[in-house]
């Protein structure tokens, strides 16, 4: 393809689809001067749109615009009307698909038909299949943090193994019997359950030592001394009694 080609099909393919158009005359104006209006419009095919004062009322098609729009002058349309717009089109091939495409954009309240788009591909069913799929992965996703983060925390809470396999308070008080401790001049009391744990501010301990930490804050703690219990006399005395 030679230059001069190339350049002659660029400005072809630049042409204008409209190439003519009156926008928003009066009723009066077509009703007085409609042969000047034919004049400047005679043998040209387009789409015209008749407006109730600012709101759009009706769209049309027509290879005579002159007739469609001194029709709606008498028609059922005569009395909804008061300024009409037309446009002109270079070639009629795409004007009633053109047609279509405005009334199912505006929904203009003068029109029954709505405009079908022949050959056009409803992408509902796709876009819902692709909302779906990222529904579906959005869930997955959510599911596996979920369960990520319910591992790290049962890590996080699991006890250490008591030495033995046993619980040294299991079966030597009373099930759920109180136990006290006094430190730096706040009283503190926990509760023994029956599986042995001690349960202080809603969590298990499973010696008397390891609930001591939790108030001392220190390394290395007897439980055995800093816990007391009530014998059968009601007198409070520490749970290294029980090891005698």
Known sequence: MTKKQKKRKTKRGSRPIVIGHLERMGRGVFSR?????TECVKGSFG???LYRKNKLYYIGLAS???SRIRGHLKDKHG???THFSLYIFRRESHIR???SLLLRIAYPEGNIQRGKLKGSVNLKPKLKGL???QYEDDIKKWFDELKAADKKTTKKESKPKVKGGMRPLKG???NYQRIYAKYKGKKY???VLPSGSIEYNDKLYDSPSGAAKVIIHRGAVNGWNFWRFKNDKGKLVKLKELRK
């Open 172 to 174: 030597i008080l009373r």
């Open 131 to 133: 909302i779906k799929r």
């Open 79 to 81: 009395g909804s009307w």
């Open 189 to 191: 009391k926990a509760k």
């Open 97 to 99: 698909e053109l047609e």
């Open 64 to 66: 005579n615009l002159k």
């Open 47 to 49: 789409v015209y749109a």
């Open 33 to 37: 001067f409609q042969k000047q209006i």
